[in-house]
């Protein structure tokens, strides 16, 4: 077996270890009739066994042959190799998103939180639409919280109203 492929199923059992961990832990959750507090948290986990199974087919089902014009894995124009500068913004972000969502509240801070985070993954040689990157984010983040404040009858913090 291929050291890439080693690499896959290690990934692949990893992920479903976790998985079944997490399923275990959510399955644990105390239920109620109709969608509850332990319901996301289940489907979460069944996805996420599956995405797992899925990996690990995926890795058996492939034939391990050399791409074309897909540089070494120690080649330093790598696409692989790890952006720092991407990673720590992200980070920062996500530390950032925890620190103001309670006093500033879900909807404002997933907008700010998704529109920042679609500049950052944007590629340097692709120009940031801003106008599209505010719309995506502040759909995403009103449709959000209104599924869960209607549908799963579930409060997230509304924020500003201390103010």
Known sequence: ??????????VGV??????LGYLL????????????????PTLLAVM???????????????EQAPAEGVPPAGDEDSPRRLDVATLT?????????????????????TALYLYLQFIV?????QKVTHVTYAVIA???SA?????????FDLLLPAGLTNF
């Not at 077996?1 to 290690?10: F, G, Q």
């Not at 990893?14 to 998985?19: C, E, F, K, Q, S």
């Not at 996420?48 to 492939?62: D, E, G, K, Y």
């Open 1 to 10: 077996m291929a050291i890439d492929k080693k690499k896959e199923v290690t």
């Open 89 to 109: 913004k992200t980070l920062a972000l996500i530390l950032g998103y925890i620190a103001l969502l309670s006093p500033i509240g879900f909807p404002i801070m």
């Open 25 to 40: 832990i959510s399955l644990k959750l105390p239920n109620h009739t109709g969608i509850d507090a332990a319901f996301v």
């Open 48 to 62: 996420l066994c599956l995405l797992a199974v899925l990996q690990l087919i995926s890795v058996f089902r492939t």
């Open 138 to 140: 502040l759909v995403t």
């Open 121 to 125: 993954l944007t590629p340097q040689e």
């Open 14 to 19: 990893i992920m479903l270890g976790a998985a």
């Open 143 to 151: 449709a959000t919280y209104l599924l869960f404040r209607e549908a």
